[in-house]
Protein backbone atom coordinates (compact mmCIF):
# COMPACT_ATOMS: atom_id res chain seq x y z
CA UNK A 1 0.00 0.00 0.00
CA UNK A 2 1.33 3.52 -1.17
CA UNK A 3 0.20 6.31 0.93
CA UNK A 4 0.82 9.71 -1.53
CA UNK A 5 0.33 13.30 -0.34
CA UNK A 6 0.62 16.50 -2.65
CA UNK A 7 1.07 20.34 -2.25
CA UNK A 8 -0.34 22.87 -4.83
CA UNK A 9 -0.94 26.44 -4.03
CA UNK A 10 -0.24 26.15 -0.23
CA UNK A 11 -3.33 23.44 0.27
CA UNK A 12 -2.10 19.88 0.95
CA UNK A 13 -3.55 16.32 0.52
CA UNK A 14 -3.27 13.05 0.88
CA UNK A 15 -4.57 9.97 -0.54
CA UNK A 16 -3.47 6.44 0.01
CA UNK A 17 -2.89 4.35 -3.34
CA UNK A 18 -2.62 0.43 -3.60
CA UNK A 19 -0.64 -1.20 -5.88
CA UNK A 20 -0.97 -4.91 -6.88
CA UNK A 21 1.79 -6.47 -8.58
CA UNK A 22 1.00 -10.11 -10.28
CA UNK A 23 2.90 -12.08 -12.78
CA UNK A 24 2.82 -10.30 -15.89
CA UNK A 25 0.18 -8.13 -14.58
CA UNK A 26 -0.06 -4.84 -12.11
CA UNK A 27 -2.86 -2.53 -10.79
CA UNK A 28 -2.24 0.89 -9.37
CA UNK A 29 -5.62 1.91 -7.92
CA UNK A 30 -5.50 5.80 -7.06
CA UNK A 31 -9.17 7.52 -6.04
CA UNK A 32 -8.95 10.06 -9.38
CA UNK A 33 -6.83 7.86 -11.98
CA UNK A 34 -6.50 3.88 -11.88
CA UNK A 35 -4.12 2.36 -14.12
CA UNK A 36 -3.54 -1.38 -14.88
CA UNK A 37 -1.24 -3.03 -17.22
CA UNK A 38 -1.64 -6.28 -18.81
CA UNK A 39 1.56 -7.73 -20.22
CA UNK A 40 -0.76 -11.01 -21.17
CA UNK A 41 -2.99 -9.12 -23.47
CA UNK A 42 -1.06 -6.11 -24.36
CA UNK A 43 -3.50 -3.92 -22.71
CA UNK A 44 -3.47 -0.57 -20.67
CA UNK A 45 -6.82 0.35 -18.97
CA UNK A 46 -7.37 3.91 -17.68
CA UNK A 47 -9.91 4.16 -15.15
CA UNK A 48 -11.70 6.94 -13.38
CA UNK A 49 -13.88 5.97 -10.75
CA UNK A 50 -16.08 9.08 -10.12
CA UNK A 51 -16.75 9.03 -13.72
CA UNK A 52 -16.99 4.90 -14.00
CA UNK A 53 -15.50 5.01 -16.98
CA UNK A 54 -12.23 3.62 -18.66
CA UNK A 55 -10.19 3.89 -21.71
CA UNK A 56 -7.98 0.86 -23.28
CA UNK A 57 -4.65 1.44 -24.60
CA UNK A 58 -3.03 -1.19 -26.86
CA UNK A 59 0.79 -1.68 -25.89
CA UNK A 60 3.61 -1.03 -26.77
CA UNK A 61 2.28 2.84 -27.04
CA UNK A 62 2.45 4.08 -30.36
CA UNK A 63 0.81 7.64 -30.19
CA UNK A 64 1.44 8.64 -33.85
CA UNK A 65 -0.40 5.41 -35.34
CA UNK A 66 -3.29 6.69 -33.41
CA UNK A 67 -3.62 9.79 -35.26
CA UNK A 68 -4.90 10.21 -38.79
CA UNK A 69 -2.70 10.63 -41.91
CA UNK A 70 -3.94 14.01 -42.81
CA UNK A 71 -2.47 15.42 -39.00
CA UNK A 72 1.04 13.74 -40.21
CA UNK A 73 2.87 17.21 -41.25
CA UNK A 74 1.54 18.90 -38.10
CA UNK A 75 2.41 15.72 -35.41
CA UNK A 76 6.31 16.56 -37.06
CA UNK A 77 6.08 19.67 -36.19
CA UNK A 78 4.53 18.98 -32.53
CA UNK A 79 6.99 16.64 -31.62
CA UNK A 80 9.84 19.14 -32.60
CA UNK A 81 8.30 21.95 -30.76
CA UNK A 82 7.44 19.13 -27.80
CA UNK A 83 11.08 17.54 -26.97
CA UNK A 84 11.52 16.17 -23.70
CA UNK A 85 14.08 14.32 -22.26
CA UNK A 86 15.12 13.04 -18.86
CA UNK A 87 18.29 12.38 -17.02
CA UNK A 88 18.66 9.61 -13.98
CA UNK A 89 21.86 9.18 -11.68
CA UNK A 90 22.43 7.02 -8.96
CA UNK A 91 23.27 8.97 -6.02
CA UNK A 92 25.60 5.74 -4.02
CA UNK A 93 23.20 7.08 -1.01
CA UNK A 94 20.48 4.21 0.77
CA UNK A 95 17.72 4.28 3.02
CA UNK A 96 15.77 1.83 5.05
CA UNK A 97 12.43 2.35 4.36
CA UNK A 98 9.07 0.37 5.89
CA UNK A 99 11.85 -1.99 6.72
CA UNK A 100 13.35 -2.81 3.29
CA UNK A 101 16.95 -0.95 2.08
CA UNK A 102 16.59 1.70 -0.82
CA UNK A 103 19.34 3.06 -3.05
CA UNK A 104 19.07 6.51 -4.25
CA UNK A 105 18.22 8.04 -7.23
CA UNK A 106 18.11 11.66 -9.02
CA UNK A 107 15.74 12.19 -11.84
CA UNK A 108 15.31 15.25 -13.79
CA UNK A 109 12.53 15.71 -16.72
CA UNK A 110 12.83 18.19 -19.01
CA UNK A 111 10.08 19.39 -21.29
CA UNK A 112 9.16 22.37 -23.93
CA UNK A 113 8.34 26.10 -22.17
CA UNK A 114 10.38 25.47 -19.30
CA UNK A 115 8.86 22.05 -18.04
CA UNK A 116 10.59 20.56 -15.57
CA UNK A 117 10.31 17.70 -12.90
CA UNK A 118 12.79 16.95 -10.50
CA UNK A 119 12.68 13.68 -8.30
CA UNK A 120 14.72 12.25 -5.40
CA UNK A 121 13.81 8.36 -5.71
CA UNK A 122 14.79 5.69 -3.64
CA UNK A 123 13.89 2.24 -4.92
CA UNK A 124 14.34 -1.43 -3.14
CA UNK A 125 14.80 -4.57 -4.85
CA UNK A 126 14.25 -6.75 -1.53
CA UNK A 127 10.56 -7.36 -2.64
CA UNK A 128 8.65 -10.49 -3.76
CA UNK A 129 7.52 -8.87 -7.26
CA UNK A 130 7.85 -9.61 -10.77
CA UNK A 131 9.95 -6.67 -11.42
CA UNK A 132 9.16 -6.35 -14.99
CA UNK A 133 5.54 -5.94 -14.76
CA UNK A 134 6.45 -2.96 -12.07
CA UNK A 135 8.88 -1.73 -14.72
CA UNK A 136 6.13 -1.86 -17.31
CA UNK A 137 3.65 -0.29 -15.73
CA UNK A 138 5.49 2.68 -14.57
CA UNK A 139 7.00 2.83 -18.15
CA UNK A 140 3.95 2.71 -19.44
CA UNK A 141 2.46 5.30 -16.71
CA UNK A 142 5.05 8.09 -18.04
CA UNK A 143 4.99 7.39 -21.67
CA UNK A 144 1.53 9.36 -21.67
CA UNK A 145 2.92 12.26 -20.12
CA UNK A 146 4.18 13.49 -23.41
CA UNK A 147 2.68 11.43 -26.43
CA UNK A 148 4.92 13.50 -28.96
CA UNK A 149 7.79 14.03 -27.03
CA UNK A 150 10.24 11.66 -28.02
CA UNK A 151 10.84 8.16 -25.94
CA UNK A 152 12.58 10.02 -22.93
CA UNK A 153 10.50 7.63 -20.53
CA UNK A 154 12.97 4.60 -22.12
CA UNK A 155 15.52 5.96 -19.50
CA UNK A 156 13.62 5.51 -16.86
CA UNK A 157 14.37 2.00 -16.76
CA UNK A 158 18.03 3.13 -14.88
CA UNK A 159 15.80 2.82 -11.72
CA UNK A 160 16.08 -1.10 -10.66
CA UNK A 161 13.77 -1.80 -8.18
CA UNK A 162 10.56 -0.46 -6.72
CA UNK A 163 10.56 2.92 -5.73
CA UNK A 164 9.20 3.00 -1.73
CA UNK A 165 10.36 6.65 -1.55
CA UNK A 166 9.86 8.98 -4.44
CA UNK A 167 9.82 13.04 -3.54
CA UNK A 168 8.83 15.18 -6.80
CA UNK A 169 8.99 19.10 -7.68
CA UNK A 170 7.63 19.57 -11.19
CA UNK A 171 7.60 23.29 -12.31
CA UNK A 172 5.63 25.39 -15.07
CA UNK A 173 4.20 28.60 -16.01
CA UNK A 174 7.22 29.95 -13.41
CA UNK A 175 5.10 27.92 -10.54
CA UNK A 176 6.14 24.75 -8.88
CA UNK A 177 4.03 22.34 -6.73
CA UNK A 178 5.44 18.90 -4.72
CA UNK A 179 4.38 15.40 -4.35
CA UNK A 180 5.52 13.07 -1.88
CA UNK A 181 4.70 9.32 -1.64
CA UNK A 182 5.98 6.87 0.61
CA UNK A 183 5.58 2.58 1.07
CA UNK A 184 3.89 2.06 4.22
CA UNK A 185 3.19 -1.69 3.93
CA UNK A 186 3.64 -4.34 1.75
CA UNK A 187 2.30 -8.19 2.27
CA UNK A 188 2.22 -11.07 0.03
CA UNK A 189 -1.56 -12.48 -0.93
CA UNK A 190 -3.58 -13.52 -3.79
CA UNK A 191 -5.23 -10.33 -5.71
CA UNK A 192 -9.52 -10.14 -5.72
CA UNK A 193 -11.21 -11.20 -8.42
CA UNK A 194 -11.43 -8.43 -10.89
CA UNK A 195 -8.41 -6.61 -9.95
CA UNK A 196 -6.69 -6.56 -13.48
CA UNK A 197 -9.60 -5.39 -15.07
CA UNK A 198 -12.02 -2.27 -15.09
CA UNK A 199 -15.00 -2.48 -12.82
CA UNK A 200 -18.34 -3.84 -14.27
CA UNK A 201 -20.77 -1.59 -14.98
CA UNK A 202 -17.93 0.87 -16.11
CA UNK A 203 -18.36 2.49 -19.72
CA UNK A 204 -15.46 1.99 -21.88
CA UNK A 205 -14.90 5.35 -23.97
CA UNK A 206 -12.21 6.16 -26.96
CA UNK A 207 -8.73 6.99 -26.28
CA UNK A 208 -8.00 10.68 -26.78
CA UNK A 209 -3.66 10.86 -27.73
CA UNK A 210 -3.60 14.35 -27.17
CA UNK A 211 -5.37 15.21 -23.88
CA UNK A 212 -2.96 13.35 -22.48
CA UNK A 213 -1.24 15.49 -20.72
Not at 149 to 155: M, T
Not at 165 to 187: D, H, N, P, Q, Y
Amino acid sequence: RNSTGGRRAGIATDHSVLTWIGKGKTARLAPDLSVIVRADTSKMYLIRPAEKAYNVVNLPLDFKSMMPPEMAGMIETMSKMMTWDATVTATGTSKTIAGFSAQGYKVTISGPMGMRIDQDIWATKDLEIDYGAWKELMLSQRALMAPLGGDWWKKLSAIEGYPVLSETVTTMAGKSFGTREEMVSFETKDAPAGTYEPAVGFKEEPFDPMGQG
